[in-house]
């Protein structure tokens, strides 16, 4: 079966600090990788996606992120956060298979950005 | 967001009501979701139809009937619910491909509450 995890319920970071948003995964074959940003009251937003190529992945808003297979991490990275950066993100894995494939998320991690 | 929208915003019922929970997706995917999310609790996926068909349906109680009429609209039917069921239900939509998925358009949400 696979699975997300997102160690972290919380993480705070002061504003122009660089953030990091934890995010391993286990799934059988190749992984399509997803993160999302929700914010309150508002559905989740796609950010950024690992399809395959280049491991370093570039998104919306000056977020990147690492698909690293040898430790089965998708780590998503900004070089400076904003206060406006602030919002729940939830990491997801689907496989590669063609066809429908099953999506499942973590349980999200919530960035607190200090001013 | 006027890719996905959703219909009503806030839904408050009783008991012993019946309404219905509409979704709309505005971007010729090929693929509709209904999620859960409520707090303290991960993303719980409830039913996916993929071209027209279901082919998801997470041991979801009976309460709950989802209908796909078309490949742009979703519906969720809800029918002597329980207080535990409120919470904030998510549609999604995507564009499924032979090769592989992709990611998934949200919508707002409906903010649902049962007395």
Redesign the interface.
């Known amino acids: 079966a696979q699975s997300v995890a997102q160690p972290e319920d919380q993480v705070n970071v002061a504003e122009g600090n660089p953030l990091t948003v934890k995010c391993t995964y286990s799934v059988s074959g190749n992984p399509?990788l997803?993160w999302?940003v929700q914010y309150p009251?508002?559905?989740?937003?796609?950010l950024l996606?690992y399809?395959t190529g280049d491991n370093l992945v570039k998104g919306s808003y000056g977020f990147e992120a690492e698909f690293n297979k040898s430790q089965t991490s998708f780590h998503l990275k900004k070089p400076s956060a904003l206060v406006s950066d602030s919002a729940l993100y939830?990491c997801a894995v689907?496989a590669?298979?063609?066809?429908?494939?099953?999506?499942t998320?973590?349980?999200?991690t919530k960035l607190q950005v200090i001013p | 967001e006027t890719g996905v929208t959703q219909t009503p915003r806030h839904l408050v019922m009783g008991m012993t009501n019946k309404k219905s929970l509409k979704c709309e997706q505005h971007l010729g995917h090929n693929a509709m979701y209904w999620y859960k999310q409520s707090a303290k609790k991960p993303l719980e996926l409830m039913f996916v139809y993929s071209l027209e068909e279901r082919v998801e349906n997470n041991s979801v109680p009976s309460r709950f009937s989802p209908e796909c009429p078309n490949s742009s609209h979703l519906f969720l039917h809800l029918h002597t619910l329980q207080p535990e069921d409120s919470a904030l239900y998510l549609c999604a939509s995507s564009q499924e491909h032979a090769s592989g998925g992709r990611e998934q358009f949200f919508g707002p949400g409906t903010r649902l509450t049962v007395l």
């Open positions: 399509y997803f999302y009251n508002r559905g989740l937003q796609f996606k399809i939830f689907r590669s298979s063609g066809g429908y494939q099953k999506v998320f973590g349980t999200g």
